[in-house]
């Protein structure tokens, strides 16, 4: 009976070291950008957090800048992607045979952080697209 106590404890330990490691690899998504709208006092309102120099650029220049992010964006993506199925392994080890596995997961900490950032700095150049009223692209 004991030996069966000290099975099912150890399994429970796996367990959640394992639900713990698959929990960090998750990403939380970064805040939603105000609701604009074409309410104008709602864009003035938004572009008080917008940085100056994306105020200072053209229409141009952000269209520009909304392409190189979504190419960046799309890198680090790949680069997270190329990480999973060694960090899947990792974890199904740690789970199954060999706990310290865990410490192989990488969480991308990094390059999910980037993510959020391009993020933020996608939704100020929107922001600043929309106060400029700048022509839609084709």
């Given at each position: 009976m004991e030996k069966a106590v000290r099975s099912s404890s150890s399994i429970s330990v796996c367990l959640v070291a394992l639900a713990i490691a698959v929990g960090g690899c998750a990403r939380?998504?970064?805040?939603?950008?105000?609701?604009l709208g074409n309410d104008e006092a709602a864009i003035a309102k938004a572009m008080v957090a917008v940085p100056q120099t994306i105020k200072q650029m053209s229409c141009?220049?952000?269209?520009?800048?909304?392409?190189?992010?979504a190419q960046h964006d799309s890198y680090l993506e790949e680069k997270i992607q190329a990480n999973r199925g060694k960090n899947q392994f990792a974890g199904y080890i740690?789970?199954?045979?060999f706990l310290p596995a865990i410490f192989a997961v990488d969480n991308d900490d990094g390059t999910k952080s980037m993510l959020d950032e391009n993020q933020l700095r996608r939704d100020h150049l929107?922001?600043?697209y929309r106060a400029k009223e700048c022509p839609a692209e084709n």
């Open positions: 939380n998504a970064p805040a939603l950008p105000p609701e141009k220049q952000i269209n520009l800048e909304i392409e190189n992010l740690a789970g199954v045979l929107v922001i600043a």
